[in-house]
């Protein structure tokens, strides 16, 4: 935001309860011989040695046994005969990155091992179209005379959109991750570890599935050149990005993934890869979880929240540069487009708090306009909910209806709390931390009442205090390429496994200067050993008065290793910082 943002926008850099590293517990075993290694795998959990060294093992990459999931065999029989039979056969995707990601990994699987791949239709659905097995879609497959289709990262409970398939006679699998309470829809075969007998692979998106189920494909004869070709082992890298973006938990066979499919990255990128990146000043070379999770993925989900996501698709699958680059200029476009919205949403809603008092006492912001892109609105409900510590839902006011995205705090189930109110709602579903509506516009007010009213949601000490979790503490001699590689050993960071979080204290502060073409961020310069540690601190340049030279601060920061132009050195960035002696 610019310098006349609305005040409350400020609270994005605000200082933050530090919570501080317990002891490792006694009953911990000594996990490596590096101190600080040992404290961040004892605080990640581990307990014995062999488990920490198995976590820490970059070396190799297997996949599980994809026969533990559910109805398998019946999905791998019902494929190979479509392929066999050069039957048509149908992928249907999903908007999002995981969405995109699963329909290519099947795309390219079938391309490469069906007869006539003439004979494969691949659709994603526009978010006009809406969550599911979209009805469009499904009369465009019978029309095409489609015989088998396979819908990934969507469809498990949707019961409606299978029964309309099965009427034209098409044969339905479905690979997905999403909550479930039954073992599918009747006439489908459902392959999830959602299904209450699916006892496996719990915490795996989309992708990460679609690989398991294409990776036990390759040892069918009718797919014995998608094997040749390379298998599975190609398409790691997909199913990184899928997994990475869906924000599935980078552990267990996840981070195996993604850590293979990183190396993919790295080795041979993929031309629509290689041109998103260099549209988005990402280094391939030393691409990582990071990179992906804020520059490539948004990119790739721009396009399901702003346009068509067969736009990312097509980039996915493109064949050379020539072909990607202007797919990735597009989504390039349209992320900027993305993030202009978000923002303006963000200072739509904060002006209107700033305005209003008796916004900033409510438990729970309920906003809506007819302006809005639905598309941008969870980003910026997510977003709020950082900087205001309570839930927030944000509709779209469409004709007689408003179509929104709820995103939570820690301890509220938003989906039990809309499922409290269901009787003013047309539609709702969702989780814990995120959650989807549809209203009458006339009945929003009630709503908002409703929820203000909620005996649960009152009984919340809200608004949450921001916290900000410790995992140890470093000396400014610490602060070096040593240490910093010490730390990547945990990587890849993401959801179950995030980045450490540091405090070097007593910090003298040679230099605090503005950062970024408006001057919105903070870069604090002190000296080190090896000379001048610069440590930017996002959106924090309305901090500098706090700031003086010579003063001693302890800083909250993280700490990774930059390529940089053939310069490898150690990178530090602020999440925070107070006066030395604070508590």
């Not at 961040?40 to 198995?54: M, N």
């Not at 209107?352 to 006492?361: F, I, M, N, S």
């Not at 990547?488 to 605090?512: D, Q, W």
Request: aromatic share 4%; charged share 25%; proline share 6%.
């Amino acid at each position: 935001m610019t310098a006349t943002a609305p005040r409350s926008i400020r609270s994005k850099a605000a200082p933050r309860t530090w919570l501080m590293p317990q002891p490792p517990r006694f009953d911990c075993e000594q996990l490596h011989e590096h101190s600080l290694l040992h404290a961040l795998l004892a605080g990640r959990g581990f307990r014995r040695r062999a488990e920490a060294e198995a976590f820490l093992d970059h070396s190799t990459s297997v996949l599980p046994d994809p026969g533990l999931l559910p109805d398998l065999d019946m999905a791998l029989a019902r494929i190979d005969q479509a392929v066999r039979h050069g039957e048509t056969i149908a992928v249907f995707g999903d908007y999002d990155v995981d969405g995109m990601t699963s329909a290519a990994i099947m795309t390219l699987t079938l391309q490469q091992a069906m007869p006539d791949p003439s004979r494969l239709i691949v659709r994603l659905p526009t978010r006009d179209e809406g969550y599911g097995l979209s009805r469009v879609a499904l009369q465009e497959f019978a029309d095409a005379g489609v015989d088998l289709l396979i819908a990934v990262d969507c469809a498990s409970t949707d019961e409606q959109g299978v029964t309309i398939a099965r009427s034209h006679g098409i044969d339905v699998i479905i690979i997905d991750h999403h909550h479930m309470t039954t073992t599918g829809p009747a006439g489908a075969i459902t392959v999830s570890p959602a299904r209450p007998d699916g006892g496996h692979f719990h915490e795996m998106a989309a992708a990460g599935l679609t690989l398991l189920v294409v990776h036990a494909l390759q040892d069918l004869p009718s797919f014995s050149r998608f094997r040749e070709q390379g298998g599975s082992g190609q398409l790691f890298d997909l199913a990184a990005l899928g997994l990475v973006a869906d924000v599935a938990p980078l552990t267990g066979y996840n981070r195996q993934i993604v850590r293979e499919g990183i190396r993919a990255m790295r080795r041979e990128p993929r031309p629509g890869l290689k041109s998103l990146c260099t549209v988005a000043t990402i280094d391939l070379s030393t691409v990582n979880s990071v990179n992906i999770g804020y520059g490539i993925a948004p990119r790739l989900n721009a396009a399901g929240r702003m346009a068509d996501p067969r736009l990312g698709f097509e980039l996915l699958l493109a064949p050379d540069q020539v072909a990607a680059y202007p797919l990735a200029s597009e989504l390039d476009r349209l992320n900027h487009q993305r993030r202009a919205e978000t923002e303006q949403v963000l200072h739509d809603v904060l002006t209107r708090l700033d305005e209003d008092p008796a916004l900033e006492a409510a438990p729970i912001l309920v906003e809506s306009s007819d302006t809005w892109r639905p598309g941008v609105l969870g980003l910026a409900a997510g977003k709020l909910v950082e900087l205001l510590g309570r839930p927030v839902i944000l509709l779209r006011e469409e004709g007689s209806v408003a179509v929104g995205s709820c995103r939570s705090v820690s301890g509220l189930h938003i989906a039990q709390l809309l499922k409290r109110h269901e009787a003013l709602l047309e539609r709702h579903g969702g989780h814990s931390q995120a959650a989807g509506l549809t209203i009458r516009r006339e009945a929003i007010d009630e709503f908002r009442a409703a929820l203000v009213g909620d005996a649960v949601l009152a009984a919340m000490a809200l608004p949450l205090e921001p916290e900000l979790r410790i995992d140890a503490e470093l000396s400014v001699a610490d602060i070096n390429l040593d240490i910093a590689r010490l730390v990547m050993r945990l990587s890849p960071f993401g959801a179950a496994n995030p980045e450490p979080v540091f405090v070097v204290p007593n910090v003298p502060i040679v230099r605090a200067e503005p950062l970024g073409k408006d001057n919105t961020h903070l870069r604090l310069v002190w000296r080190g050993p090896t000379g001048e540690v610069r440590a930017p601190f996002f959106g924090a340049a309305w901090r500098a008065r706090e700031l003086s030279i010579g003063r001693r601060i302890d800083v909250a920061c993280t700490l990774s290793v930059d390529r940089w132009q053939g310069v490898i050195r150690p990178d530090v960035k602020v999440l925070d910082f107070r006066a030395s002696g604070d508590q």
